[in-house]
Every structure is written in C-alpha cells, then in structure tokens.
C-alpha cells in the first residue's frame, strides 16, 4: 500500500491526475537542464511567454501529450509513455 492510497474513488481520480502533471513539469524541468536551457530560451522556442513557461513547470496547465511531446522534442528529448500496474 502506497503512501497516499485512498479508498475513495475521486481522491484516486484525481491523485492520478495532478501526479501525472507534476511528473510532465519535472520531464520538462529535467530536459531544460540537460539542453542548458532557461525559461526564456525555452519560450522562444515555443514562440510563447516565460508566463507560459512557468505555468508549465509549476503544473498549472493543461496540457496535452501532443504540447508535452513538442516541448520535449524543442529540448532534444523524445516523450516515452507506458502504464504501470497500481
């Protein structure tokens, strides 16, 4: 049993959800550091805003696997995805 398991249904959902977005800004955060690469440098290869950077690496987007992928892909990485048992 994990540390935040939870019996109840919308808390999993939920829980499920925000993880996955922390764990996209910290590919994103981790692929900026290999690449050498800042805030600003990565807006302008989005043609975005820092704003827009930020809400990124704070997980405070939406984000679609298909923005995840580009980003990744503007930073020299490749998104990999797969599922694991709970």
Same mark, same amino acid.
């Given at each position: &049993?994990?540390?935040?398991?939870?019996?109840?249904?919308?808390?999993?959902?939920?829980?499920?959800?925000?993880?996955? &977005?922390?764990?996209?800004?910290?590919?994103?955060?981790?692929? &900026?550091?290999?690449?050498?690469?800042?805030?600003?440098?990565?807006?302008?290869?989005?043609?975005?805003?820092?704003?827009?950077?930020?809400?990124?690496?704070?997980?405070?987007?939406? &984000?679609?696997?298909?923005?995840?992928?580009?980003?990744?892909?503007?930073?020299?990485?490749?998104?990999?995805?797969?599922?694991?048992?709970?």
């Amino acid at each position: &049993m994990g540390i935040f398991e939870h019996s109840d249904p919308e808390y999993a959902r939920i829980y499920a959800q925000e993880s996955v &977005m922390v764990d996209a800004s910290e590919l994103i955060a981790d692929a &900026m550091k290999q690449a050498g690469k800042t805030p600003i440098e990565l807006a302008d290869l989005l043609c975005s805003d820092e704003t827009e950077v930020s809400h990124l690496l704070a997980g405070e987007r939406e &984000m679609s696997v298909r923005r995840l992928a580009e980003v990744l892909q503007l930073l020299g990485r490749r998104l990999e995805l797969r599922s694991v048992a709970e």
